[in-house]
């Protein structure tokens, strides 16, 4: 069975600074990894993908890796601001159309 | 248009109601998926179409649960008889290709919040 695990589930961090979010999978086939924001009420935004090949992929102040070997990707944010606060939901695609999503780790930036 | 649009925002049923649902996906592109949200950001693919043409059903609870896109409208899904469970949020996205393989974005509409009562 496809699996997401995201870690940790929430977190609180202060404006400024900087976080790492994790994701262990377990999905076969397995072809590409994405990590999505979703602000609070809003349908969730592609941040990067990642094919099987790729090991990093920036998007401004957002970083994600992917290790295919151990099924582990991560997400990095840099100097984090307050609309950083949302969920970040790691989603591995397989075959066809099939994407698995994480339960997402809750960001919140205070001042 | 440039953004998948969904109505309504909130839908409030009585259990044992009918609900339908509406998304116009992004135009050009080709596939259409149907997600539901429920507690704790857990999404759960419903279906997906390309075109017109259903391309993967695999995620419908399909006694009560069917959907369509037809050309030239909004595609729907439709829950007959609704249960307390289906509380949620569903999501509609679009996609210019629909394989998870070719890593092509899927966006999502801003969901629709269903309410049975």
């Known amino acids: 069975k496809n699996q997401v695990e995201q870690s940790p589930q929430s977190l609180i961090i202060l404006e400024g600074k900087n976080c790492t979010l994790q994701c262990n999978y377990t999905v076969s086939p397995f072809s590409n990894l994405r990590w999505y924001k979703q602000d609070t009420g809003r349908g969730p935004v592609s941040l990067t993908i990642m094919t099987f090949s790729e090991n990093t992929k920036s998007n401004g102040r957002y970083t994600a890796t992917l290790d295919a070997d151990t099924k582990q990707s991560s997400l990095h944010i840099t100097a984090s601001q307050l609309s950083d606060s949302a969920s970040y939901i790691c989603v591995p695609g397989g075959a066809g159309n099939m994407l698995t999503f994480g339960g997402g780790t809750r960001l919140m930036v205070k001042p | 248009g440039e953004e998948v649009a969904q109505t309504p925002k909130h839908l409030v049923r009585g259990e044992g109601q009918k609900a339908k649902l509406y998304c116009a996906p992004i135009k050009g592109h080709s596939y259409v998926f149907w997600y539901q949200q429920v507690l704790k950001n857990e999404f759960k693919f419903l279906i997906s179409?390309?075109?017109?043409?259903?391309?993967?059903e695999t995620g419908m609870p399909k006694e009560r649960f069917s959907a369509k896109c037809l050309p030239n409208s909004p595609c729907s899904l439709e829950i007959q008889a609704t249960k307390l469970e289906d509380s949620a949020v569903y999501f509609c996205?679009?996609?210019?290709?629909?394989?998870?393989?070719?890593?092509?974005?899927?966006?999502f509409g801003p969901g629709t919040r269903l309410t049975v009562l």
């Open positions: 996205a679009s996609s210019p290709t629909g394989l998870a393989g070719t890593a092509d974005t899927q966006y």
């Open positions: 179409f390309q075109n017109e043409n259903v391309f993967d």
